[in-house]
C-alpha cells in the first residue's frame, strides 16, 4: 500500500513557477510509475505528466510539455512537479497518484494523494 500526501500549491500571477512535491509512505513506493492529473472547477480529472518506477522515462500532456517537469527520488520517496511560466488556464487541484505502469487515464492509477489547490492569476 501506498500513502501520497501532496504540498507545493499556492496562489501564483501568470508567468511564475511552483514546486509540488508528493510524498509517498511505503516501502513499495519505488515499484510504481507516478502521475499527476489536475482537476479545474466543472471539468474532468485530466493527466499532466507521468513518470515511470525509474525515472527514466516521462510522459507530458501537449498542454504543458515545455513549461512543466515532473521527477522523482526514490531514495526519499517523493515526485516532484516544476512547472514554470504558468498560466490561468493551469489553475486547478493537482493530485499526485502511483501505478503499476505509466499511463494518461486516472483509473489505471491505484493509489492517490487528497490534493493541492494551484491558483494562477492573471
Known amino acids: 500500500q501506498v500513502q501520497l500526501v501532496e504540498s507545493g500549491g499556492g496562489l501564483v500571477q501568470a508567468g511564475g513557477s511552483l514546486s509540488l512535491s508528493c510524498a509517498a509512505s511505503?516501502?513499495?513506493?519505488?515499484?510504481?510509475?507516478m502521475g499527476w492529473f489536475r482537476q479545474a472547477p466543472g471539468k474532468e480529472r485530466e493527466f499532466v505528466a507521468a513518470i515511470s518506477w525509474s525515472g527514466g522515462r516521462t510522459y507530458y500532456a501537449d498542454s504543458v510539455k515545455g513549461r512543466f517537469t515532473i521527477s522523482r527520488d526514490n531514495a526519499k520517496n517523493t515526485v516532484r512537479l516544476q512547472m514554470n511560466s504558468l498560466k490561468p488556464e493551469d489553475t486547478a487541484d493537482y493530485y499526485c497518484?502511483?501505478?503499476?505502469?505509466?499511463?494518461?487515464?486516472?483509473?489505471?492509477?491505484?493509489?492517490w494523494g487528497q490534493g493541492t489547490q494551484v491558483t494562477v492569476s492573471s
Open positions: 511505503g516501502r513499495t513506493f519505488r515499484n510504481y510509475a
Open positions: 497518484a502511483a501505478g503499476p505502469s505509466m499511463s494518461t487515464r486516472p483509473y489505471e492509477y491505484d493509489y
